[in-house]
């Protein structure tokens, strides 16, 4: 019998900014300079960024969506995979949550701050840039620290090796030389390890990146405790 978390298409989550500290295990000295969240879709991130002052840009094709259709988009998403969580509850670590019920508040608290952001004309058309990878409509070098949450990996049976070996080429080609990429989680919706994790290491280092795994501080995917770096 399959395993795993169904999905048919990609999903729109909001994670929030806390949930991503966690997840990229990151220190505070390490959110300096432009920060760029690739397939961000509803997460607070840039929102809770910005209101902690830092400079914090997403990137996500359902950008090219008004305010009510991603909202409501994300809401009906909430609604649908919390009910598919619920029955595959006994699977997943809930040390950090303690709840489905309380997972499922922090979504919709995080969506209502990204939707309270993502409103207001100005900062959208500054900071919510709709991009597909892979090919992401930046220059060469133009950020920091490069997130990616819950999408590259995660939708192995939809994308394959070849869209993956591009996404991260590109993700490196706007990264600033000193920057860092970090990507989470490095498994499939069924919690099987990435398939071509060995070829895709091999690929980032002769383009000149030093690719490693951190240990995320994000329990919750069974099997999922390590997230992919790659230094520049
Ligand atoms: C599961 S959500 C993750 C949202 C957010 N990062 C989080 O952790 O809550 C996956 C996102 O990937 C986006 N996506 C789909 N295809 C993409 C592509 N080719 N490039 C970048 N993002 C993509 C979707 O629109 C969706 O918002």
């Known amino acids: 019998m399959n395993q795993g978390y169904e999905q048919i298409g990609v999903a729109v989550t909001c994670r929030s900014f806390e949930e991503y500290v966690r997840m990229f295990d990151l220190q ?24 902690k002052g830092l400079d914090a840009y997403a990137a996500d094709p ?25 029955r595959l509850s006994g699977k997943f670590d809930l040390s950090y949550y303690g709840s489905m019920a309380n997972h499922r508040a922090g979504r919709e608290a995080s969506l209502q701050r990204f939707a ?34 819950h999408f590259l990996f995660l939708y192995e049976e939809q994308f394959d090796y070849a869209f993956h070996r591009h996404a991260l080429f590109e993700m490196m080609r706007i990264c600033k030389p000193g920057g860092c990429i970090r990507i989470y989680p490095v498994v499939t919706l069924q919690w099987k390890p990435y398939t071509y994790m060995e070829e895709l290491l091999q690929a980032i280092r002769e383009r000149g990146g030093s690719p490693g795994f951190f240990r995320s501080k994000l329990p919750f995917i069974p099997g999922s405790e390590l997230g992919l770096f790659v230094n520049l």
């Open 28 to 51: 505070e000295n390490e959110l300096i300079g432009r920060l760029l969240d690739i397939a961000g879709g509803a997460s607070s991130f840039t929102a809770d960024a910005a209101a």
């Open 116 to 149: 309270a952001h993502y409103a207001d004309a100005s900062v959208r058309a500054e900071r919510y840039l709709a991009g597909k990878l892979p090919n992401l409509p930046f220059a060469d070098a133009q950020f920091d620290v490069v997130f990616c949450s």
């Open 62 to 86: 359902r950008f090219v969506y008004d305010h009510e259709q991603l909202t409501n988009e994300a809401k009906q998403e909430i609604a649908d995979s919390s009910a598919k969580l619920q």
